[in-house]
């Protein structure tokens, strides 16, 4: 088999652009091929495979789908050599020293930012859905107090399909908003259900981190501030998980969707996707190590040795990207606001410290320098999240809630793809030939 490539003009994936395309000719036992080439606005380019096992017979293997592009998508670009994030257009950095996570949501969903009034009417649109129907509060009463709060999510999305079904685009809108709008209600509710507190209701005087904070810490008859350097930090969190394009949860998203399931069942699908401790579930377990480390005296050496060798079946958790393969933009961020959530915040956490000397031992370590393991976006984000008073077993959920509005771009974006096809992917069988049964 040999692949040629050969100048072509073509129009590019961008309807606006055109650019100077490449065509792939494909020689397979002695037959040529055409493979046409997709390319994206910043350049991307993939052979398009889509004929390809009509035409010669083969399938593309590719396990874990790390070479594979599944869709279109104009949400978020990542260049994972580079360590650039940007979501429609816009650098990382930017949006988190400048937005609000219901701006960003707006800019991922819809693909601008809110742009004046604009602004106040989405938070207003989004804060009068906050509310619970009433008969929801009955379900939490029937989970066991210490279950996790990931499958009380999952359990809670799914179920809201029962109470706002899907009979028109007007109603999918409307439960894209509703969704995005109850489930900081959901999560709170889930912890005072865990600490045995009265829930506590929504206020649509506050903005939706400050609400989400007032529902989660304020306990009756109390009066509870938001204070704003917790608030601050949650938005930059929230902001930072909003998107990663196609990713395990986001893409389990599409495949789900692409079957037509409604919206909340293709967002629980995504909550249990995310709460693998390879994926979200990260942030939880990179807590866990590292009070490992401190409860064993401290020694960071011995978790590099322990995740260097393949046998103890331990990894550095928060370590290693499948894109990013120099830095993960999020994480750089999220260092330098763990220290000044914690000098703004006068908390003084040893789980910090032990963090960056486990981060320095790996990166000079030939190791993990070999195989460009960095910190991820999980690596910091756990210990401003103990800071801000989150309990550990909320990390992932808190993951869940800036990755929402994500999701639902991506559901939104394949729902109204006029190419999108039912999400079926091929295999090599590799099980026993014909047998008969005897
Ligand atoms: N500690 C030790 N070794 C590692 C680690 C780690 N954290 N991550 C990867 N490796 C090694 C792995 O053993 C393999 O070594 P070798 O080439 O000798 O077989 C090599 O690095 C490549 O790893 P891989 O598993 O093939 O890489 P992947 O792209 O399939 O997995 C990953 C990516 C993030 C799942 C993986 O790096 C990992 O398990 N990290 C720890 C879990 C974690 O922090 N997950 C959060 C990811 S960021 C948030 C998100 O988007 O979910």
Redesign the pocket.
């Known amino acids: 088999m040999e692949l040629v490539t050969g100048s072509r003009e073509r129009p590019s994936a961008s309807p606006d652009r055109k650019a100077d395309m490449q065509n792939a000719k494909l020689i397979l036992d002695g037959k040529e091929y055409e493979l046409p080439i997709v390319v994206g606005t910043e350049n991307e380019k993939a052979f398009d495979c889509q004929k390809l096992r009509d035409t010669t017979g083969y399938v593309t293997m590719d396990p ?1 789908y ?1 070479n594979t592009g599944a869709c279109q998508s104009s949400i978020t670009f990542i260049d994972g050599e580079k360590g650039i994030l940007r979501y429609r257009g816009y650098p990382i950095d930017d949006l988190a020293e400048r937005a609000s996570f219901l701006e960003v949501a707006h800019l991922l969903m819809y693909g601008e930012l809110p742009a004046g009034g604009q602004r106040l009417e989405w938070q207003n649109y989004v804060t009068r859905h906050t509310l619970l129907h009433e008969d929801m509060k009955k379900f939490f009463e029937g989970f066991p107090r210490h279950a996790h709060p990931m499958a009380i999510l999952a359990a809670m999305f799914s179920s809201l399909s029962t109470f706002y079904p899907e009979n028109n685009e007007t109603d999918l809108e409307q439960n894209m908003v509703r969704l995005l709008a109850k489930a900081p209600t959901i999560a709170a509710f889930s912890y005072k259900k865990s600490v045995g507190q009265p829930f506590i209701y929504p206020r649509n005087d506050l903005d939706y981190c400050s609400n989400f904070l007032h529902m989660m810490f304020a306990v009756p008859a109390q009066t509870y501030t938001v204070s704003p350097a917790v608030h601050d930090a949650l938005n930059l969190l929230l902001i930072l998980h909003a998107d ?1 394009e196609q ?2 949860s986001t893409s389990t998203v599409r495949m789900v969707g692409s079957s037509r399931a409604n919206l909340f069942a293709s967002m629980a699908a995504g909550v249990s996707a995310l709460w693998g ?4 579930g ?1 942030n939880q ?2 807590i866990e190590m590292l009070e490992g480390i401190r409860d064993a005296g401290g020694n960071v050496a011995n978790a590099v040795a322990a ?2 060798d ?1 046998a103890s079946g331990f ?8 894109v990013y393969k120099n830095f ?1 933009p999020r994480a750089k961020i999220l260092k330098k606001a763990a220290d000044r959530v914690l000098v703004e915040l006068g908390v003084r956490d040893p789980l910090l410290d032990i963090a960056k000397a486990l981060e320095e031992a790996a990166l000079n370590d030939p ?2 320098v070999e ?1 460009k ?1 960095y910190p ?4 910091y984000s756990g210990i401003i999240y103990r800071a801000i008073g989150i309990p550990t077993d909320m990390f992932t959920v808190m993951f869940a809630l800036g990755r929402l509005p994500g999701w639902i771009a991506h559901w939104r974006e394949q729902r109204h793809d006029p190419k999108a096809r039912i999400n079926r992917p091929r295999q090599i069988y590799t099980g026993p030939t014909l047998r008969r049964f005897v």
């Open positions: 874990g790390g990663h990713n395990c401790p390879l994926h979200g990260a377990e990179v995740a260097k393949k990894r550095l958790m928060g370590f290693g990207h499948r993960d190791y993990f195989r393991l991820n976006v999980d690596f």
